[in-house]
């Protein structure tokens, strides 16, 4: 899955996610163009996964 198809799908599943993680706030899941990667950092600090692994699961919400 392309970064671009990464972007189109986390809007779709950001509240499932937020879910399985209580700790994600709002702020955590946005993100703006151009900072998906910092976005991504954040939710590495909040749930200790690898980019990767937070890549997988979006692809698998």
Known sequence: MT???MKGKWNQVK???KEKYGEV???DVTFSEGK???ML???Q???GKSKE???KE???L
Request: negative net charge; glycine residues 8%.
């Open 3 to 5: 970064e671009l198809e």
């Open 15 to 17: 509240g499932k996610f």
């Open 25 to 27: 706030t709002d702020d």
């Open 36 to 38: 998906w990667d910092q």
């Open 41 to 43: 950092g954040k939710l």
């Open 45 to 47: 600090e909040k749930t």
């Open 53 to 55: 692994e937070l890549q």
């Open 58 to 60: 979006i692809e698998a």
